[in-house]
């Protein structure tokens, strides 16, 4: 079974800190990972995406994420945050197999304290 | 800039009427989803299409009903609300095939009263 699992529901760091985000995925073949983004009262938007090249991946508004196939796990990373940075964000995992959709994970909500 | 839109934003509506939320898209993508979503929680999906006149239930059982007529519209029905089904509902598509990412509308956040 595939599945994807987001540690954390709510995560809360100061205005200029370390963002970290954790997924990890359970899958018996290779993944291709997303993180998303919802902003308040808006859909999802791509932050990026994994598909098999390289294992860091940048994305949008400075954030990135490292897939370490050993571990299992995709964390979304941003250096420093910034309030704009407050949403829920989303991981998400796709499989070279079976229904071809997506599957979410719970959502972790980013609190930015200033 | 290619993009998918979803009507109306938001919806206020008294029991037992019926109700069409609108999805179109503009990049020619075969593939289509419906989402529900309560307000801080995980996404749920009620409805999926493969290309015209395909229609697949979801994970989440739904009273909606959902058509495709056109490659671009996948309006999604219900019959006759009721509060239970007061949510957001999300709207995606995407290409055909594994690595690509899903575009999302803006949501329709419905209220039934």
């Known amino acids: 079974a595939q599945s994807v699992t987001q540690l954390g529901s709510h995560v809360s760091v100061s205005e200029g800190a370390l963002v970290l985000l954790r997924c990890n995925y359970s899958s018996s073949v290779p993944p291709y990972l997303f993180w998303y983004v919802q902003y308040p009262n808006q859909g999802l938007q791509l932050l990026l995406k994994y598909t098999s090249a390289a294992t860091l991946v940048k994305g949008i508004n400075g954030f990135e994420a490292e897939f370490k196939k050993s571990e299992t796990s995709f964390h979304l990373t941003k250096p420093s945050a910034h309030m704009s940075d407050a949403a829920e964000y989303f991981c998400a995992v796709s499989l070279q197999t079976g229904a071809n959709n997506l599957f979410f994970g719970t959502g972790t909500r980013l609190t930015v304290i200033p | 800039e290619a993009d998918i839109y979803q009507t109306p934003r938001y919806l206020v509506i008294g029991t037992g009427k019926k109700i069409t939320l609108e999805c179109s898209q503009t990049m020619g993508h075969d593939k289509m989803y419906w989402y529900q979503q309560d307000p801080g929680m995980e996404l749920h999906l009620i409805h999926y299409?493969?290309?015209?006149?395909?229609?697949e239930k979801g994970d989440l059982s739904s009273e909606s009903t959902v058509s495709r007529i056109r490659t671009e519209h996948f309006p999604l029905t219900l019959e006759s609300a009721r509060p239970s089904h007061t949510s957001q509902y999300l709207c995606?598509?995407?290409?055909?095939?594994?690595?690509?990412?899903?575009?999302f509308g803006s949501g329709t956040r419905l209220t039934v009263v």
């Open positions: 299409s493969y290309g015209v006149n395909s229609t």
């Open positions: 995606a598509s995407s290409p055909m095939g594994f690595f690509y990412g899903y575009t």
